[in-house]
């Protein structure tokens, strides 16, 4: 139960309650009007009644080819609204539009090893680890008690949408691939 | 060709230096190359831009100048000068350039796009508009239609577009957008243009039209954006009962549970429909009808969902409250009975407290029914799920507490049950990692509002001792609730112990625009603790710091409407333009920059040059139309309905600066620096550079500055506190009794030009542009003063309000500083100001020849007297602050900060726990107390002579 909105530029000024969580990065500005400019219907915000912002998603479109697809940038979800399936109605709006307005493959997105609260959430949903990045997270990575050896290794998640019915875009064995950061787009 | 490529090849190591920032080596790079081709106009172009960039203004402006006469066509060229101009603040000057470009090559599409954009940079709407409209027509692309489309829109939005030519406006982009060929529909954006003109317009039907559409619905169905729209229009156009039956089959049959279909489902329940109006017994019984069906399918929807999704539930609180409203009352018990079995299902989430507010404002039966059942609610806690139930309990207790219940003995019983269960349910958390928070948090928070509450009642600083220590081991246990930092940097500023608070301040990392909404928490009358007297620019940076958001914003978020253009976003160019509004003219900005003069003052000489920058800077800022993006909604708010909420709580010396507060400071401050300066209108038109701010519609009605700088509205002056108002009145009587004196004395326009030029001259080598030196006149002595035709203005004795208002103000440090740091602060630093505006407005006659010229001497033995008055008040002041901050750190105070935390002295709260706190707090108000103090003998001997 939340109110479901499109992201705008001056929900800057109310994202604090959200961002000052610490697994929440706040960027430039350039930065989400980069998003805003480009994806602004990948965008959006969970509100509640109250008019206070509970989280908000935001993605793009890009890739070539049959590796044209969705991808979330960020997901967040303020600490008092957890547990209320916000992120799920997120990802579902996105994949929703992702599919039907960009005609994309599948949708990906990136996690923390360590967070495996999001991992567990993310298969639930439907994705499966794609391969997994070294270094992806550079040294935000550290986790609890000093740089964790698998922190290094975000994982690659992707789900298939319906533009591709033979689930290509996946493998069953993505968490043996490893790749470089740089080899990443 | 070949030299042509050769000066290629030299250019590149041009470009390198700029990129990196090595500006200097640009410049040499430069020269060297301008020796070969002296007329080469893109070295000297990027010859300006590095010039610029090492701030050497007029040096480049001579460059930039020649650049823009030859009228320049190139790309590169019209790039680098793009930059400098921006660089030099003339986007205006940007435009002609780019216009002149696009002139000389008509044909030249990407020439066009750049004079277009240049125009949309610089926010001139009618003249992208007409660029746009010329485009479309010579190169045939819909998308300049709607960039001429959107560009009159904005027109009409803007601020400085009189409200008459609002609507006229709407209808030429409306006849625009049905002239395009191809529909709007064919692309998103391009159709959520042509409705947000249809909605202004209140073409209805016409919109409907376009809804009822197939593809318009497709379009409606997947973007959140044109859905929006279609809602809010669909509602103007009193079609609430279709969206009421959409909103249902979209709830019933797709399973939708955003809220806003719950509200448009509700809406049409209480709808005038045929029924003449709400009191009517028709509308009545109508409404009951449709409240029955509403009822059954939220009741479904409830049943369905289970505890998967609050959105049945709360719809039927919903219905239930409006129906009260509407005094269609069916069953008293019903709001009850659903509250109750609103908190049995989801009294475990965090966000019940916050979803039920609206709906727990009882009294009378109610609320003692209300009341008992969550005291019924078992206090046992075993799981993290009863944790979170009990503090929703404590939560909802406590937000409906009456007066009565309010004492200090019921308060302080109440505040010591929050911490014991803290304590108790702390081990639930125990396994949790050190990055998350801890499931009882919100039992310490609680506690802490507890015990400010009992500091409001009582005004005794022992609660806000022990509010402080049950933060900070709250903040050990989780380190990462920004809550409990918040609250503790409030708490912090209240108890005189600034450099706490801003430590609490710095560990939430505040990034970005963050700086906007949040900086308030530590720079709000930040000058109180400012230490820049001794040096000490702690407080000074942070207000710099801070500011840096406002470059980016001015720097980058233009480039992102251009972006928006080129994609054919439209849906975002007028939310960016509104962002870019409102980060550009935020009140916090302009709260900083004042906050940040004040501190300035206090530590660098007051001389002409300080003063004339600051005064052309305040005086632009007096003129915005402020917005407030300040987020006072973060702070916890926990405090029972009736009484003030934390933050009001909290505020420093109880009053919130506001928009009054800053017109106020402005007044004083750009009056008095006025008074002392030599530029006058004229002259500061001939020496600015760059743009001016654009002024709104309505300023041409403004009274002129002059009369605008001495109102003192009444409800400017509630933010002030009493003793700032007592700066006031004082700065207000000194700069009566010095005006006419400064305004006979001060050198007329052309002497002061004349001065400048020679000064640019002497530094650049080229004469002042539009300058013109006219002779010495006659009367004029060797030394620049011009005595004048008109008699010199009578010599008036100093009024009684400025004479005695350091004796006044001592007294009352003297009372403030019995009851509060925070208090004998305040008023000192008030003093200190009262002293430097005392030598701002008296510095013009501080030079021997002055006072012999125009016969000051009565004049100066006035001001000095009191000069020497207030030099010797600020010295005692000095005195007893540093006496009260040597008694702050002793083990006495740190004895009677422990004994206050008595009550939550427990095993896990240890002594030393406490002891830590209460050396910390001593520290830092010795800090304070003796910074300031020593800072005000600094003060007075600089400014002293």
Same mark, same amino acid.
């Given at each position: 139960?939340?109110?479901?909105?499109?992201?705008?530029?001056?929900?800057?000024?109310?994202?604090?309650?959200?961002?000052?969580?610490?697994?929440?990065?706040?960027?430039?500005?350039?930065?989400?009007? %980069?998003?805003?400019?480009?994806?602004?219907?990948?965008?959006?915000?969970?509100?509640?009644? %109250?008019?206070?912002?509970?989280?908000?998603?935001?993605?793009?479109?890009?890739?070539?080819?049959?590796?044209?697809?969705?991808?979330?940038?960020?997901?967040?979800?303020?600490?008092?609204?957890?547990?209320?399936?916000?992120?799920?109605?997120?990802?579902?709006?996105?994949?929703?539009?992702?599919?039907?307005?960009?005609?994309?493959?599948?949708?990906?997105?990136?996690?923390?090893?360590?967070?495996?609260?999001?991992?567990?959430?993310?298969?639930?949903?439907?994705?499966?680890?794609?391969?997994?990045?070294?270094?992806?997270?550079?040294?935000?990575?550290?986790?609890?008690?000093?740089?964790?050896?698998?922190?290094?290794?975000?994982?690659?998640?992707?789900?298939?949408?319906?533009?591709?019915?033979?689930?290509?875009?996946?493998?069953?064995?993505?968490?043996?691939?490893?790749?470089?950061?740089?080899?990443?787009? | 060709?070949?030299?042509?490529?050769?000066?290629?090849?030299?250019?590149?190591?041009?470009?390198?230096?700029?990129?990196?920032?090595?500006?200097?080596?640009?410049?040499?790079?430069?020269?060297?190359?301008?020796?070969?081709?002296?007329?080469?106009?893109?070295?000297?172009?990027?010859?300006?831009?590095?010039?610029?960039?090492?701030?050497?203004?007029?040096?480049?402006?001579?460059?930039?100048?020649?650049?823009?006469?030859?009228?320049?066509?190139?790309?590169?060229?019209?790039?680098?000068?793009?930059?400098?101009?921006?660089?030099?603040?003339?986007?205006?000057?940007?435009?002609?350039?780019?216009?002149?470009?696009?002139?000389?090559?008509?044909?030249?599409?990407?020439?066009?796009?750049?004079?277009?954009?240049?125009?949309?940079?610089?926010?001139?709407?009618?003249?992208?508009?007409?660029?746009?409209?010329?485009?479309?027509?010579?190169?045939?692309?819909?998308?300049?239609?709607?960039?001429?489309?959107?560009?009159?829109?904005?027109?009409?939005?803007?601020?400085?577009?009189?409200?008459?030519?609002?609507?006229?406006?709407?209808?030429?982009?409306?006849?625009?957008?049905?002239?395009?060929?191809?529909?709007?529909?064919?692309?998103?954006?391009?159709?959520?243009?042509?409705?947000?003109?249809?909605?202004?317009?209140?073409?209805?039907?016409?919109?409907?039209?376009?809804?009822?559409?197939?593809?318009?619905?497709?379009?409606?169905?997947?973007?959140?954006?044109?859905?929006?729209?279609?809602?809010?229009?669909?509602?103007?156009?009193?079609?609430?009962?279709?969206?009421?039956?959409?909103?249902?089959?979209?709830?019933?049959?797709?399973?939708?549970?955003?809220?806003?279909?719950?509200?448009?489902?509700?809406?049409?329940?209480?709808?005038?429909?045929?029924?003449?109006?709400?009191?009517?017994?028709?509308?009545?019984?109508?409404?009951?009808?449709?409240?029955?069906?509403?009822?059954?399918?939220?009741?479904?929807?409830?049943?369905?969902?289970?505890?998967?999704?609050?959105?049945?539930?709360?719809?039927?609180?919903?219905?239930?409250?409006?129906?009260?409203?509407?005094?269609?009352?069916?069953?008293?018990?019903?709001?009850?009975?659903?509250?109750?079995?609103?908190?049995?299902?989801?009294?475990?989430?965090?966000?019940?407290?916050?979803?039920?507010?609206?709906?727990?404002?009882?009294?009378?039966?109610?609320?003692?029914?209300?009341?008992?059942?969550?005291?019924?609610?078992?206090?046992?806690?075993?799981?993290?799920?009863?944790?979170?139930?009990?503090?929703?309990?404590?939560?909802?207790?406590?937000?409906?507490?009456?007066?009565?219940?309010?004492?200090?003995?019921?308060?302080?019983?109440?505040?010591?049950?929050?911490?014991?269960?803290?304590?108790?349910?702390?081990?639930?958390?125990?396994?949790?990692?050190?990055?998350?928070?801890?499931?009882?948090?919100?039992?310490?928070?609680?506690?802490?509002?507890?015990?400010?509450?009992?500091?409001?009642?009582?005004?005794?600083?022992?609660?806000?001792?022990?509010?402080?220590?049950?933060?900070?081991?709250?903040?050990?246990?989780?380190?990462?609730?920004?809550?409990?930092?918040?609250?503790?940097?409030?708490?912090?500023?209240?108890?005189?112990?600034?450099?706490?608070?801003?430590?609490?301040?710095?560990?939430?990392?505040?990034?970005?625009?963050?700086?906007?909404?949040?900086?308030?928490?530590?720079?709000?009358?930040?000058?109180?603790?400012?230490?820049?007297?001794?040096?000490?620019?702690?407080?000074?940076?942070?207000?710099?710091?801070?500011?840096?958001?406002?470059?980016?914003?001015?720097?980058?978020?233009?480039?992102?409407?251009?972006?928006?253009?080129?994609?054919?976003?439209?849906?975002?160019?007028?939310?960016?333009?509104?962002?870019?509004?409102?980060?550009?003219?935020?009140?916090?900005?302009?709260?900083?920059?004042?906050?940040?003069?004040?501190?300035?003052?206090?530590?660098?000489?007051?001389?002409?040059?300080?003063?004339?920058?600051?005064?052309?800077?305040?005086?632009?800022?007096?003129?915005?139309?402020?917005?407030?993006?300040?987020?006072?909604?973060?702070?916890?708010?926990?405090?029972?309905?009736?009484?003030?909420?934390?933050?009001?709580?909290?505020?420093?010396?109880?009053?919130?600066?506001?928009?009054?507060?800053?017109?106020?400071?402005?007044?004083?401050?750009?009056?008095?620096?006025?008074?002392?300066?030599?530029?006058?209108?004229?002259?500061?038109?001939?020496?600015?550079?760059?743009?001016?701010?654009?002024?709104?519609?309505?300023?041409?009605?403004?009274?002129?500055?002059?009369?605008?700088?001495?109102?003192?509205?009444?409800?400017?002056?509630?933010?002030?506190?009493?003793?700032?108002?007592?700066?006031?009145?004082?700065?207000?009587?000194?700069?009566?009794?010095?005006?006419?004196?400064?305004?006979?004395?001060?050198?007329?326009?052309?002497?002061?030009?004349?001065?400048?030029?020679?000064?640019?001259?002497?530094?650049?080598?080229?004469?002042?542009?539009?300058?013109?030196?006219?002779?010495?006149?006659?009367?004029?002595?060797?030394?620049?003063?011009?005595?004048?035709?008109?008699?010199?203005?009578?010599?008036?004795?100093?009024?009684?309000?400025?004479?005695?208002?350091?004796?006044?103000?001592?007294?009352?440090?003297?009372?403030?500083?019995?009851?509060?740091?925070?208090?004998?602060?305040?008023?000192?630093?008030?003093?200190?100001?009262?002293?430097?505006?005392?030598?701002?407005?008296?510095?013009?006659?501080?030079?021997?020849?002055?006072?012999?010229?125009?016969?000051?001497?009565?004049?100066?033995?006035?001001?000095?007297?009191?000069?020497?008055?207030?030099?010797?008040?600020?010295?005692?002041?000095?005195?007893?602050?540093?006496?009260?901050?040597?008694?702050?750190?002793?083990?006495?105070?740190?004895?009677?900060?422990?004994?206050?935390?008595?009550?939550?002295?427990?095993?896990?709260?240890?002594?030393?726990?406490?002891?830590?706190?209460?050396?910390?707090?001593?520290?830092?108000?010795?800090?304070?107390?003796?910074?300031?103090?020593?800072?005000?003998?600094?003060?007075?001997?600089?400014?002293?002579?």
């Amino acid at each position: 139960m939340s109110v479901l909105r499109p992201f705008r530029a001056t929900d800057m000024f109310k994202f604090n309650n959200v961002n000052l969580d610490v697994w929440t990065e706040t960027y430039g500005i350039s930065f989400y009007l %980069s998003y805003l400019s480009r994806w602004p219907d990948l965008c959006c915000v969970q509100q509640a009644p %109250s008019g206070r912002m509970m989280g908000y998603i935001l993605g793009k479109a890009e890739g070539s080819g049959a590796e044209w697809h969705g991808h979330v940038t960020a997901l967040t979800v303020a600490p008092e609204y957890r547990r209320l399936s916000l992120a799920r109605k997120m990802m579902d709006l996105l994949e929703f539009v992702s599919d039907e307005i960009y005609r994309g493959f599948f949708v990906d997105l990136y996690v923390r090893c360590a967070n495996y609260v999001a991992i567990d959430m993310y298969e639930k949903l439907g994705y499966s680890v794609y391969r997994r990045v070294r270094e992806y997270y550079g040294s935000l990575g550290v986790g609890k008690g000093g740089r964790d050896e698998e922190d290094a290794f975000g994982p690659d998640m992707r789900k298939p949408l319906s533009r591709d019915p033979g689930r290509r875009s996946v493998r069953p064995n993505g968490r043996d691939i490893i790749v470089s950061a740089h080899d990443v787009p | 060709m070949s030299s042509f490529a050769a000066l290629e090849r030299q250019l590149r190591p041009i470009y390198d230096s700029l990129d990196t920032g090595s500006n200097k080596s640009a410049v040499v790079a430069c020269n060297k190359l301008l020796k070969k081709h002296p007329g080469n106009e893109l070295v000297k172009a990027l010859k300006a831009l590095a010039l610029v960039r090492l701030q050497k203004v007029e040096e480049s402006l001579v460059l930039c100048d020649e650049v823009l006469a030859s009228k320049p066509t190139d790309d590169a060229v019209l790039t680098a000068m793009m930059h400098v101009l921006r660089g030099l603040g003339r986007n205006i000057d940007t435009v002609t350039m780019f216009e002149e470009a696009f002139k000389q090559q008509p044909s030249n599409e990407e020439l066009g796009a750049q004079t277009f954009f240049a125009n949309v940079r610089a926010g001139h709407w009618k003249s992208a508009q007409q660029i746009a409209t010329r485009m479309h027509k010579q190169f045939h692309e819909d998308r300049y239609l709607y960039w001429s489309v959107i560009s009159t829109v904005l027109q009409a939005n803007d601020t400085t577009t009189p409200s008459s030519m609002k609507n006229l406006l709407y209808k030429l982009a409306h006849r625009l957008i049905t002239s395009g060929k191809a529909p709007s529909y064919v692309h998103t954006d391009r159709f959520h243009l042509h409705l947000s003109i249809l909605r202004e317009l209140e073409l209805y039907d016409e919109a409907r039209v376009l809804l009822d559409h197939d593809v318009g619905k497709s379009i409606c169905a997947a973007n959140l954006a044109c859905d929006e729209l279609r809602r809010d229009i669909t509602k103007l156009q009193n079609r609430q009962k279709q969206e009421g039956e959409f909103a249902e089959s979209k709830i019933v049959e797709k399973g939708d549970r955003n809220w806003l279909e719950f509200l448009s489902f509700l809406d049409a329940v209480f709808i005038l429909d045929t029924e003449p109006d709400q009191s009517s017994e028709a509308f009545k019984t109508a409404c009951l009808d449709r409240m029955e069906h509403a009822r059954q399918v939220l009741e479904k929807v409830s049943e369905k969902d289970g505890k998967k999704d609050r959105s049945g539930p709360l719809a039927l609180l919903e219905l239930e409250k409006r129906a009260r409203s509407c005094d269609i009352k069916q069953d008293d018990e019903r709001l009850l009975t659903l509250l109750k079995s609103y908190f049995e299902q989801f009294g475990d989430k965090a966000c019940c407290y916050e979803d039920l507010q609206p709906y727990v404002v009882l009294d009378g039966d109610d609320l003692s029914s209300w009341t008992s059942f969550l005291e019924s609610v078992p206090s046992s806690i075993t799981t993290t799920n009863e944790l979170q139930r009990r503090i929703n309990v404590h939560k909802l207790l406590r937000c409906n507490l009456t007066a009565s219940q309010l004492t200090l003995e019921a308060e302080t019983t109440r505040a010591s049950l929050y911490f014991t269960e803290y304590l108790q349910t702390l081990p639930l958390g125990a396994n949790l990692p050190n990055t998350e928070l801890q499931p009882a948090d919100d039992l310490a928070i609680l506690a802490g509002c507890a015990y400010v509450n009992l500091w409001t009642i009582s005004k005794e600083e022992k609660y806000l001792y022990i509010a402080a220590s049950l933060l900070e081991y709250g903040l050990l246990k989780s380190n990462a609730s920004f809550l409990m930092r918040l609250m503790l940097v409030r708490i912090y500023r209240l108890l005189g112990a600034p450099t706490l608070a801003l430590e609490h301040y710095r560990a939430i990392q505040t990034k970005q625009v963050q700086h906007d909404t949040l900086s308030h928490f530590i720079l709000s009358r930040a000058s109180t603790f400012s230490l820049a007297a001794t040096g000490d620019l702690t407080f000074a940076t942070e207000c710099l710091e801070t500011s840096q958001i406002y470059l980016s914003n001015s720097q980058e978020t233009a480039d992102f409407v251009v972006r928006a253009f080129t994609g054919e976003k439209y849906s975002q160019i007028p939310e960016f333009i509104t962002f870019e509004d409102h980060l550009d003219n935020s009140l916090q900005r302009d709260i900083i920059k004042m906050e940040h003069v004040r501190m300035r003052f206090t530590h660098e000489v007051v001389n002409s040059d300080i003063m004339d920058l600051e005064l052309i800077e305040l005086k632009f800022i007096f003129d915005r139309n402020h917005h407030d993006n300040r987020d006072f909604q973060i702070l916890p708010d926990y405090q029972p309905r009736i009484i003030p909420n934390f933050n009001d709580q909290t505020m420093l010396f109880g009053r919130g600066e506001g928009h009054g507060w800053l017109m106020t400071l402005l007044r004083m401050y750009i009056r008095a620096l006025q008074q002392s300066s030599d530029l006058d209108d004229t002259v500061e038109e001939k020496l600015l550079i760059g743009d001016r701010p654009k002024l709104a519609a309505d300023s041409g009605n403004k009274a002129p500055l002059r009369d605008r700088l001495r109102e003192r509205p009444q409800e400017d002056l509630a933010e002030l506190t009493p003793d700032e108002v007592a700066l006031l009145d004082f700065t207000t009587g000194l700069a009566d009794w010095l005006g006419c004196h400064h305004d006979y004395i001060r050198p007329p326009p052309s002497v002061v030009l004349a001065e400048a030029a020679k000064q640019s001259e002497l530094k650049t080598g080229h004469p002042l542009k539009g300058v013109e030196i006219l002779p010495t006149p006659p009367n004029g002595s060797p030394n620049g003063h011009h005595k004048k035709d008109e008699e010199a203005p009578a010599i008036t004795e100093p009024p009684e309000i400025v004479v005695n208002f350091f004796n006044t103000m001592k007294a009352r440090f003297d009372e403030a500083q019995q009851s509060s740091v925070v208090d004998a602060l305040h008023v000192a630093t008030l003093i200190q100001e009262a002293f430097i505006f005392l030598v701002i407005e008296t510095l013009r006659f501080k030079s021997a020849s002055v006072i012999k010229i125009y016969k000051l001497n009565s004049l100066v033995q006035s001001f000095k007297a009191i000069k020497t008055n207030a030099v010797e008040i600020l010295k005692d002041i000095s005195v007893s602050l540093g006496k009260q901050s040597d008694r702050e750190s002793t083990a006495e105070a740190r004895k009677v900060f422990t004994e206050s935390c008595s009550p939550i002295v427990t095993p896990e709260v240890t002594h030393e726990f406490v002891l830590n706190v209460a050396k910390k707090v001593g520290d830092a108000r010795k800090k304070v107390l003796e910074g300031v103090g020593k800072g005000m003998t600094r003060v007075c001997s600089n400014h002293s002579q």
